[in-house]
């Protein structure tokens, strides 16, 4: 089972950016995924939740209205798209996969997901 992450860089306030999640090894019609990040000095914090059932989609709410995921099924790749970034975005981040359910209540904790990949870093600066 491999996750990749990718897509992070150097951008400014206000930009945008997608980070993608490839992922093989598991099926991912049959793969929830979670999206993290870890800025310098805090804990991982989790940042948004795909289901494999019915579409259904959990965000911090911190970042409701700024973040959306999506996923494309024939390339088994999970995408962040991040818009109207802010300084305090900057920070690694990482896709989570598992196989169980998760729910609005426990998605954002890190031991619910089984697989991790290897962080990619997003730095938001003038």
């Known amino acids: 089972v491999q996750l990749q992450a990718s897509g992070g860089g150097l951008v400014q306030p206000g930009a945008s950016l997608r980070l993608s999640c490839a992922v093989s090894g598991l099926p991912l019609n049959r793969t929830n995924i979670g999206w993290f990040r870890r800025a310098p000095g805090k804990e991982r914090e989790g940042v948004s939740y795909?289901?494999?059932?019915?579409?259904?989609?959990y965000f911090a709410d911190s970042l409701k209205g700024r973040f959306t995921m999506s996923r494309d099924y024939a390339k088994t790749t999970v995408y962040l798209q991040m818009n109207s970034l802010k300084p305090e975005d900057t920070a690694v981040y990482y896709c989570?996969?598992?196989?169980?359910?998760?729910?609005?209540?426990?998605?954002?904790?890190?031991?619910?997901?089984?697989?991790w990949g290897q962080g990619t870093l997003v730095t938001v600066s003038s």
């Open positions: 795909s289901s494999r059932v019915n579409g259904i989609v």
């Open positions: 989570a996969a598992t196989s169980n359910s998760l729910f609005s209540y426990s998605w954002h904790l890190p031991q619910g997901y089984t697989h």
